[in-house]
């Protein structure tokens, strides 16, 4: 984990003879909390898992998957790239990144849900609980934290749920040492409930009943195309993973949308142009 709270959960259930599927699931929920601006139950994601004893491996893949009534035509391409980290063609109103539009159907809880019914040995909610008690408790606000709020700042301000999450009197968090006083805390009761009821119930509980409703509605809300129906249709899926024999080691990656293809095809290629003790590829 990237976050050392969300370490700190996953090697907890390490300690309390969980496996490392275990240990991954805790940690996944937390970090969510920790760190909500990459991860969280809003979204997507993919495991690769290693068995000790066959040595197969597998993927779990919860991948983005758009809702089934989005409309392309609401997203109007105009002129330029934007400014995230792909470079895609500009969508007007950033549509296809910020607010309700950018919305898919978000899989993480289901794809935990299927890593711990394969491979994991502790109990669901165990997993979940750490997560939630701390977003009751806080994230507590470090430099981190101050630098990715404030670079979003101006999309953060113009959502009212965002505004009242994440800002200050629409100012960002102050990270310690920039003000006198105990270290501040981002406390998300809202979002402690909805883990409580994920670990209580199952997750299912997520895309089935008062969540999915609320969460459908919240979307459709802004302009957004999930349903409930697209969340009670999530599934993660378990799949072979896509592999190359790079020198003496064996490569596994998730397969299709997302950056392991790419990686496999760049080893691939300079497998081919440079062998340890020739000469350097060209370029």
Known sequence: AHHRVAAEVGA?????????VDAAVAAGFAVGVAEPWMSGIGGIGAMLIREAR???????DFAARSPARLDPAAYKVVPGA???????????????????????????????AMAHELFGTRPWA???????ELAEAGAQVDWQTSLWITGALGDLSRDPGCRALFLRNGAPPVPPGASLGAPPRLKWPALAATLRTIADKG?????????????????????????????AGCRAVRREPASLRYRDRDIHVAPELNGGPTMLEALATLGKAWSPGGPEPDG
């Open 54 to 60: 066959s040595g197969r491996v597998s993927v779990v």
């Open 12 to 20: 907890e259930v390490l300690r309390r003879g969980g496996n490392a």
């Open 126 to 132: 165990e997993l979940v609980v750490p997560a939630a």
């Open 82 to 112: 934007d400014s995230d980290l792909f470079g895609w063609p500009m969508v007007a109103e950033n549509r296809n990144l910020v607010g309700p539009y950018a919305v898919a159907i978000p899989a993480m809880v289901a794809g935990h």
């Open 203 to 231: 997750p299912r509980a997520f895309y089935e009943g008062a969540v999915a409703r609320a969460i459908a509605a919240e979307v459709q809300a802004g302009g957004g195309f999930l349903s409930e129906e697209d969340l």
